[in-house]
């Protein structure tokens, strides 16, 4: 199939649900050579994958970018399989819902 994405490789965060998953699926639909989904919730990430992985090339990564360690390992694997990502969608996010003033560093180093 070709599209608007024909060759491009795609880098998805927080892909299991939600936004990453629709671009996800919209990038694989519109011709995206392959698109990489990464997710820390390993059921959500399998349950995306069956739902993405008829659409075209579909590579998961349960992985949490928050760690370091397994950032490291998520960039390694990247790299040695693809060089250069031709989009990155980082749909990963949490909310905290409280007054602006109460908030502390901590909670700015997880958003």
């Known amino acids: 199939m ?3 994405f024909a060759g491009k490789t795609a ?3 927080g892909a299991s649900s939600g936004i990453g998953k629709t671009i996800s699926k919209l990038l694989l639909e ?7 989904i990464v997710a820390k919730n ?7 994958a069956l739902e993405l992985g ?5 590579i998961t990564s349960n992985t949490d970018i928050t760690d370091p360690a397994q950032l490291d390992i998520l960039l390694a694997q990247i ?3 693809f060089g250069d990502l031709d ?8 909310f905290l819902p409280k007054p602006f003033l109460e908030h502390t560093l901590e909670d ?3 958003y």
Do not use: F
């Open 54 to 58: 008829a659409l075209g090339k579909l």
């Open 2 to 4: 070709r599209g608007e």
């Open 79 to 81: 790299d040695s399989k």
């Open 11 to 13: 880098l998805i965060v």
């Open 42 to 48: 390993p059921e959500k990430l399998r349950a995306a």
């Open 87 to 94: 989009l990155l969608v980082n749909s990963a996010g949490i």
């Open 30 to 36: 519109r011709g995206a050579e392959a698109v990489i």
């Open 108 to 110: 700015y180093d997880r």
